[in-house]
């Protein structure tokens, strides 16, 4: 049986699980968060979580489903769960969006990525021994009820949005200290290919090949319009 052809046969039977009721579940609703565990269905245990938007985008009625089809899974490059955007429609979620992908705990960040002043999704992807942290993001257009995902986002470890002038930067814990600098361009990231450490000197030192970058960035981009 081919991998494709497994991953299609689990979803089935979790859709006719949950439509038939005899999913064990437990939720418990913190705020926005719906979080559900469920147990062995036809001898395959997955873990849910869903995640209810209205805080994050009011009167839109989104809803986020992580199933991860494969809880033993520890290769992260092999895809163990399916995200799903919802919209509440007439009564019923629908599926606007999905996306398999490897996800190693179930979190998910809302921050704004794209400085079109509307809350994106970051979906955690994989932490490694430095606890560094990678994610896969979703660009978020309410006026559409689309997403739209950056492809190779996941790369970047510990990413941040500076909407000052619109790059991503992070802060990387490793036997040097490093932060890179990125762009999204379209559907992808941009890498500037530009490292600096942080040696941890009070001689601010990284603080001006920090601003010495950022300066650099900028005039490339200027200069390429």
């Not at 979080?35 to 001898?43: F, L």
């Not at 030192?205 to 650099?216: N, T």
């Amino acid at each position: 049986m081919t991998k494709t052809t497994f991953f299609i046969l689990t979803i089935l039977v979790l859709t006719m699980s949950c439509n038939s009721g005899q999913q064990k579940e437990h939720k418990v609703a913190i705020d926005s968060l719906v979080a559900t565990q469920s147990d062995s269905i036809t001898g395959t245990k997955f873990d849910r979580t869903e995640i209810l938007c209205d805080t994050v985008y009011a009167n839109k009625g989104y809803k986020i489903t992580l199933t991860t089809f494969d809880p033993t899974n520890e290769d992260e490059t092999i895809k163990n769960t399916l995200f799903t955007f919802s919209k509440l429609t007439n009564g019923k979620y629908l599926p606007i969006f999905s996306d398999s992908i490897f996800n190693r705990v179930q979190e998910v960040r809302f921050d704004d990525f794209n400085n079109d002043k509307v809350k994106d999704i970051l979906v955690q992807n994989f932490s490694d021994v430095r606890s560094n942290w990678t994610y896969y993001l979703y660009l978020v257009d309410t006026a559409q009820n689309k997403l739209k995902k950056i492809k190779g986002f996941e790369e970047i470890k510990n990413p941040n949005y500076l909407p000052q002038f619109n790059l991503i930067d992070n802060y990387v814990m490793s036997g040097q200290i490093w932060t890179s600098f990125y762009k999204i361009t379209g559907d992808t990231i941009k890498d500037f290919d530009i490292v600096i450490y942080d040696n941890q000197e009070d001689d601010g030192s990284y603080d001006r090949e920090y601003k010495k970058a950022i300066k650099s960035i900028l005039a490339k981009e200027k200069n390429s319009r």
